[in-house]
């Protein structure tokens, strides 16, 4: 590979260019239905990190969010529950947990006034080393873990936002 780079610099330029002509780029953001360009967000820990990710995932996305109780007829998107769970994956020698595996499901549901619900599932793994000679770091660790699968949650709860559209323009046909 290093001898490709030395011999052939225009090579690597060449398949830059066409890579970047072609319309080819990273998935930054997922485009949100025009339907769900205005809802609401409905939560029963309205402050929760989850919550506040979800939020600013659907600003970033170009969702307007306005209040339930403003408007009933704007689809809803509400975050059911949500729980992170750990699993022991490996132990030391002596039997206590060496690595854990961290789940966070979370059960959402999109309300379309005069239509159905559809409902939305997102599981996030990760995997955590627990260290005892670290107490303090493993904590700041967790919390970093947790706050990523957060986020990565609500990137993933608003792509699916795409197949709540492809469902129910499925439903209108």
């Not at 970033?60 to 969010?65: D, K, P």
């Not at 970093?144 to 499925?170: H, P």
């Amino acid at each position: 590979m290093s001898f490709l780079i030395k011999k052939c610099p225009w090579l690597i330029l060449l398949i830059t260019f066409l890579l970047s002509g072609c319309g080819f780029h990273l998935q930054d953001k997922t485009e949100v239905p025009k339907q769900f360009k205005t809802m609401s967000l409905y939560s029963l820990e309205p402050y929760s990190a989850l919550v506040r990710d979800v939020k600013y995932a659907l600003k970033i996305n170009g969702v307007n969010l306005v209040d339930a109780t403003d408007d009933v007829s704007v689809p809803s998107l509400r975050l059911m529950q949500y729980e992170i769970s750990r699993n022991t994956v490996s132990v030391y020698q002596d039997g206590k947990a060496a690595e854990y595996q961290l789940i966070l499901d979370v059960d959402a549901q999109v309300v379309i006034a005069g239509k159905d619900i559809y409902p939305i599932k997102v599981k996030i793994f990760r995997s955590f080393f627990d260290n005892p000679a670290a107490a303090l770091a493993k904590d700041t660790e967790q919390n970093l873990i947790k706050n990523e699968m957060y986020s990565q949650a609500a990137e993933q709860l608003i792509r699916k936002l795409k197949a709540v559209n492809v469902t129910d323009q499925k439903s209108t046909q």
